[in-house]
């Protein structure tokens, strides 16, 4: 598996757009009576999904533009955080179009694609996560669920369970990508 990971990590940019293009689609499903609705995210609601969405964004963004990401996270803006949602993941692919190859996280380096593909499954993850919290449920599409499910193991650990993500949840042999990718991630798909 981690021969496979290795080959989707270099792919992290067009692997970002694609996950990037996915969430659009469900952005479009978020009206504002959805926002005090329950995620997948044990404790989240969606306008706290959105918060960290747009956080993820910016940071991301900045990895391109500036070539870094600090650990603070900003404070929050004002306006509509759907329009700020849109404006900043339209800004993050024209950015990494010409990104730097390396970035520091915190002041440590990082190799883009490191950064690029483990940013394509949380947005790709958060994608599904909210057409869920809007009733409407969308599969990921099969070739980018089987990509990020190649990559998941590689950025999310055991370190990570419990807090960050809940455990794996068992998923039937027959289970396409999309259900295997979000039960590793501890979501049933639905």
Known sequence: ????????????????????????????LVRQEHLPRPTPCRGWDLATLL?????????????????????????????DPMDTLRARARLLLGA?????????????????SIL???????IAVHGWDIAQ?????????????????????????????PGRFDPPLPVRPTADASARLLAFTGRRAT
């Open 1 to 28: 598996m981690i021969e496979d990971g290795a080959a989707a990590l270099l792919g992290g940019i067009g692997l970002l757009e694609r996950a990037v293009n996915y969430t659009f689609g469900s952005l479009h």
């Open 51 to 79: 918060g960290h969405l747009n956080d993820s964004l910016l940071a991301l963004y900045e990895a391109a533009d500036i070539g870094r990401v600090d650990l603070v996270a900003p404070d929050a803006e004002g306006g």
């Open 96 to 112: 990494w179009t010409d990104g730097p190859e390396s970035v520091s996280v915190g002041g440590n380096p990082l190799a883009t």
């Open 116 to 122: 690029t593909s483990a940013g394509a499954v949380e």
């Open 133 to 161: 919290a809007c009733g409407h449920p969308r599969p990921l599409p099969d070739r980018l669920a089987e990509e990020l499910l190649e990559l998941a193991p590689l950025f999310l650990v055991d370190a990570d369970r």
